[in-house]
Nanobody
Framework: QVQVVESGGGLVQAGGSLRLSCAAS??????MGWFRQAPGKEREFVAS????????YYADSVKGRFTISRDNAKNMVYLQMNSLKPEDTAVYYC?????????????????WGQGTRVTVSS
């Protein structure tokens, strides 16, 4: 049974940092990604990483501030978020794909976590 579970969200002041974690189990995933959805907005791509962590992809809005990484020995994926801004406030979702690498569309991912809320205060 495939499970994807996020953790690490919370409330932080603008300029602060948070690290999100994602535990994925049940099968091997070629690509892992992070998406976010703010109230009243569509779910948007944040970052993704290929199977061995050698290739990463970022949305322009987070490039230089966020870092995605993975530890396959622990079946974990992380999103380090620095220099957070109020516009980063959203529910963050971890997603897993057995096939497509570098995908930025939600439809390219087969498995999703329940989400973890990040709130950045100004």
């Amino acid at each position: 049974q495939v499970q994807v579970v996020e953790s690490g969200g919370g409330l932080v002041q603008a300029g602060g940092s948070l690290r999100l974690s994602c535990a994925a189990s049940g099968r091997t995933f070629n690509a892992m990604g992070w998406f976010r959805q703010a109230p009243g907005k569509e779910r948007e791509f944040v970052a993704s990483i290929n199977w061995n962590g050698g290739r990463t992809y970022y949305a322009d809005s987070v490039k230089g501030r966020f870092t995605i990484s993975r530890d396959n020995a622990k079946n974990m994926v992380y999103l380090q978020m620095n220099s957070l801004k109020p516009e980063d406030t959203a529910v963050y979702y971890c997603a897993a794909s057995p096939g497509v690498e570098g995908g930025s569309a939600p439809t390219q991912y087969d498995y999703w976590g329940q989400g973890t809320r990040v709130t950045v205060s100004s």
